[in-house]
């Protein structure tokens, strides 16, 4: 990896362009985010590769490693906020098989289930009730990329992946929230005094670029827990 993103041009079009996305990222709501992305899934992966964002290929490889590469056919995992199913292509890259996706948009549903990569795929906004569909301990791993950010899931979703994790399984997400606007580590922290779940790391690893600041690199963590 380069130890230096400044030297990273875009063209002022594709500067525009990912200039107006990142605005209207971080400026959606729960009301707002499905035409959101509807406007924008054609233009997803452009906007990636704009932003290097790869996050997905960075949590399944960890999360293979973590397992040792063992048995990976039979965990069952839930892709929340699955979008156009780049970690669910990442996972099977990886040797993952039994994988399930869950989305609001009707688009990147569509885009997820062409993938091939998935086996039911649900229409849902997580939130802290239970999410229709979904039974207690149903999933050896809940993953989610991109989805903890500012203006998009909240972290108290974090007890309804403990909720739909099997016990001894894990919940493992990237979380991007450099101005402390989600309070995320009051919910972890929330999480493991009420014993639902042990924190078992959390480190820091590149994200994506940002256009508003010379293309610098931004940071998130990888943050992975075990189910008690």
Not at 8 to 35: A, G, W
Not at 63 to 85: M, R, S, Y
Not at 89 to 98: D, M, P, Q
């Amino acid at each position: 990896m380069e130890n230096s993103t400044r030297q990273h041009v875009v063209s002022e079009e594709d500067k525009k362009f990912i200039l107006d996305y990142l605005e209207r990222l971080y400026s959606v709501n729960t009301e707002t985010m499905p035409k959101f992305y509807v406007d924008f899934a054609s233009m997803y992966d452009k906007a990636n590769a704009i932003l290097k964002y790869e996050p997905f290929k960075g949590l399944a490889k960890d999360l293979a490693v973590f397992f040792e590469h063992k048995n990976l056919e039979n965990k069952k995992i839930l892709d929340v906020g699955c979008g156009n199913g780049n970690l669910g292509k990442s996972l099977v890259e990886e040797g993952f098989k039994n994988i399930d996706g869950l989305d609001i948009s009707d688009k990147f549903l569509e885009m997820a289930k062409e993938t091939k990569c998935y086996g039911k795929l649900f229409k849902a906004l997580l939130t802290g009730n239970p999410t229709p569909g979904i039974e207690d301990n149903s999933y050896d791993v809940a993953m989610s990329t991109g989805c903890y950010i500012a203006c998009h899931l909240s972290m108290d979703t974090i007890f309804e992946l403990a909720r739909i994790v099997k016990p001894g399984g894990y919940i493992h997400y990237t979380v991007s929230d450099p101005n402390d606007k989600m309070d995320f580590m009051y919910w972890q922290g929330k999480l493991m005094k009420e014993k639902k779940a042990e924190l078992i790391y959390m480190k820091k690893e590149p994200y994506r670029l940002d256009p508003r600041n010379n293309f610098e690199r931004v940071y998130c963590y990888y943050v992975m827990f075990k189910v008690l």
